[in-house]
């Protein structure tokens, strides 16, 4: 699922902001990734010259509903993500939430130290 999420991302940065939507669109169906998938559809109809403001709306709609059921992997998904949009802040908040005490996934802590 991250293959294809990061896949739809890369769409997206190349200049391809159509086919991106599409890809990520797709992914919102799938709860293991819907919330990521959520933020990069932001992050693309954001980005694009013609921004459709009923669209981020719904999107927006949609990340507060996926947001209360992402996963421990849509967590670091979504960390990464951040990561790679220069949100370190963002993507800090998403580390820690998945991050129990006195336990600390190696992809975690990878993701926290990046500054």
């Not at 954001?46 to 669209?55: L, T, W, Y």
């Not at 951040?82 to 990878?110: C, S």
């Amino acid at each position: 699922m991250s293959l294809n999420f990061f896949r739809g991302y890369a769409l997206g940065m190349s200049g391809n902001l159509q086919q991106s939507i599409r890809e990520l669109e797709q992914l919102m169906r799938k709860r293991e990734v819907a919330y990521p998938a959520i933020l990069a559809l932001l992050h693309m109809h954001r980005s694009s010259s013609m921004v459709d403001r009923q669209e981020i709306e719904g999107l927006e709609i949609s990340l507060k509903t996926a947001a209360e059921s992402v996963s421990d992997n849509g967590c670091l998904l979504s960390a990464t993500f951040h990561l790679h949009t220069g949100d370190i802040y963002e993507a800090r908040k998403f580390v820690q939430r998945v991050l129990p005490p006195g336990r600390k996934p190696q992809t975690a802590l990878e993701i926290q130290a990046a500054r």
